[in-house]
């Protein structure tokens, strides 16, 4: 098996809402835990796993063609359809952050902090798509070597050196 960088999935739902942890904004881009919870993440890795869950593929462009979904202003282009649950969010975009925030899902904030909880979870996905991107490349080398060659050690000396 090929290890993957960080956690690959979503806690299961639905996490009963006294269970999930606590959160606020600390600092520029930081977390803080108030109260633990059934799950240790960070919304940043929460939110993360969302951008991959919710990839839009390909974003049609307004000249008829079409453009994979690189950035977060894609994901924002994006018109959401509604789940299971009957949840319909605008975007793509507003999915991702509504998971994390407006529906509760993972997390529980305190009220007087959710505006800044949902803010700050608005200015992290940019580089969150980036990284996304960079790691399933990074990924895919080390899939490629692990898999078709059986050098696994191999893909980490083409990944870290650029050399095999």
């Not at 919304?43 to 979904?69: K, N, S, T, W, Y």
């Amino acid at each position: 098996k090929v290890w993957e960088r960080g956690p690959a999935r979503l806690p299961k739902r639905p996490i009963p809402v006294e269970r999930r942890p606590l959160v606020r904004p600390k600092g520029k881009k930081g977390w803080e835990t108030i109260v633990p919870g059934d799950h240790e993440r960070i919304p940043a890795g929460i939110l993360g796993l969302l951008c991959r869950r919710h990839f839009p593929g390909m974003v049609p462009l307004r000249d008829g063609g079409q453009e994979p979904a690189l950035t977060w202003a894609h994901y924002k282009r994006v018109a959401d359809v509604p789940d299971e649950d009957g949840r319909d969010f605008r975007t793509v975009a507003d999915r991702v952050v509504g998971e994390l925030w407006i529906s509760l899902d993972f997390f529980r904030v305190e009220p007087e902090w959710r505006d800044r909880a949902v803010s700050r979870a608005y200015d992290a996905c940019p580089k969150l798509i980036t990284d996304m991107h960079y790691e399933a490349r990074v990924q895919a080398v080390r899939t490629y070597y692990a898999k078709k060659l059986g050098q696994l050690r191999n893909a980490y000396m083409q990944i870290t050196t650029g050399n095999p």
